[in-house]
Structures are given as structure tokens and as C-alpha cells.
């Protein structure tokens, strides 16, 4: 019989199994953790840190989607300090994020703004600089805007070529980090093409599928058909 580890998640008792991450044992028991970059099956990757939550005996917030839980462990997802850390890299994403949500295709589904929306951020407090690229459209399934990209690493870890190989890469450090193609080349014409898995996965908008001529945006289509 497989061992069960005992903890404790927002004054809930809940049991996991070995190398199950808080962020997977609080899913199983309908907590809901925000997260941007978490992708289930694949390895965590831990860059939006939106994830963190309060252990009992740590000094610092640890990321769910990462940490092991252990037994006795006390967990609590949504603290006062949880929710004061979570609400400023929110900011700090909208701050630097184009104001396009209105001709936006994710602009229904957006999990930046819904995340932004569940934790009741209007405008942002903060103000700095926006990152603008030019729209790659060469491809012909999918379009690239990197102004709209929230460094959440998903298309990194998940989009492969078509011969296996990584279609992305982190390229260029602090304000300039940037997820790039090959040596930062625009998407060519058939890298990933008709790859609608990758622009499933993309949160933000940065990753959209090329409509034809009288496609409707599928949200759009959603709202008009209530």
C-alpha cells in the first residue's frame, strides 16, 4: 500500500503521495493556486511566482509548484502576505503589459486578466517601461506578438519543432530577457505551424492562431451565441 503523506492546507487536513508538490496536493482537493507558468505533466518551471503560499516554519513564501509537501506540514494558500506578494507581481506584469485587452484574442480567456480580476486589481500602482516588438506574422498558423509575453517559460518547455527540438529559447538578461526563436529570428513560415497546442498553453496573447478571411475570434463567437 502506497504511503500517504498528512498535512494541512488552509486549516483542511488533505493526504498526497511521495514527490507530490503542494501545488498538485491542493488541486486534488479543489484549492485553487493561481499560477501562469505551470503546465501539469511536464517539470515545474517556477517563473511567474504567483504560486507561493505560507509554510509553517519557513521564513520565505515557497513556490507550490515546486516544493514537496512533507508531513505536518501547514500550508496556507491565500494569507494576508500571500495575497499582498501575489498582487504586486500582477502589477508589475500589467505595468509592463500593452493596453490592448479590448482587440486582444485571449481577451475573454485571458489567464493574466483573470487572475488580475480574482485578486481585484484595477489599474496598476506602478509605472514603468512597456516592451514593444514588431508582430511576427510570416507563419501561416500562428502569429507572435512578444509585446503581449508575461516570461511564463510555457512555450519553452512545452513547443517542439518538428523534428523534437526546442522552438524556443530565454535569451538576453533583466529588462531585455526575452523569449526568443533560433538566434531571436521571427517565427519562420513553417516553424510550428498550425501548432494549435502551443497557443493553447500561451496565457497572455503572446502566442495567437492566424485567422482566415470571416474567422471569428472563438471567444467572440462564445459571447454573440451566449
Known amino acids: 500500500m502506497e504511503k500517504k503523506i498528512n498535512l494541512t492546507i488552509n486549516d483542511k ?28 505533466d511536464l517539470p515545474p518551471i517556477g517563473a511567474c511566482r504567483l504560486c507561493v503560499v505560507e509554510v509553517e516554519g519557513s521564513r520565505t513564501l515557497v513556490g507550490s509548484c ?18 499582498a506578494t501575489r498582487k504586486v507581481l500582477v502589477e508589475l506584469m500589467l505595468a509592463s503589459h500593452p493596453d490592448a485587452c479590448l482587440v486582444c484574442d485571449k481577451a475573454n480567456i485571458c489567464e493574466l486578466r483573470r487572475i488580475a480580476a480574482d485578486l481585484e486589481i484595477g489599474l496598476p500602482r506602478f509605472r514603468t517601461r512597456k516592451h514593444y516588438y514588431p508582430v511576427e506574422d510570416e507563419n501561416s498558423g500562428m502569429l507572435r506578438d512578444m509585446s503581449k509575453c508575461v516570461q511564463c517559460r510555457r512555450c519553452v518547455v512545452a513547443c517542439k519543432s518538428p523534428g523534437g527540438e526546442p522552438l524556443f529559447g530565454m535569451a538576453y538578461r533583466g529588462f531585455d530577457s526575452k523569449v526568443v526563436h533560433g538566434h531571436d529570428q521571427p517565427l519562420g513560415s513553417e516553424s510550428g505551424e498550425n501548432c494549435d497546442a502551443c497557443i493553447e498553453i500561451c496565457p497572455s496573447g503572446a502566442l495567437q492562431k492566424v485567422r482566415k478571411t470571416g474567422e471569428e475570434r472563438a471567444d467572440r463567437a462564445l459571447i454573440i451565441k451566449g
Open 13 to 40: 487536513e488533505v493526504s498526497g503521495r511521495p514527490g507530490m508538490t503542494i501545488l498538485e496536493v491542493a488541486g486534488e482537493n479543489g484549492i485553487d493556486i493561481p499560477t501562469l507558468c505551470h503546465i501539469p
Open 66 to 83: 515546486h516544493t514537496p509537501v512533507a508531513e505536518g506540514m501547514v500550508v496556507q494558500t491565500h494569507s494576508p502576505k500571500v495575497i
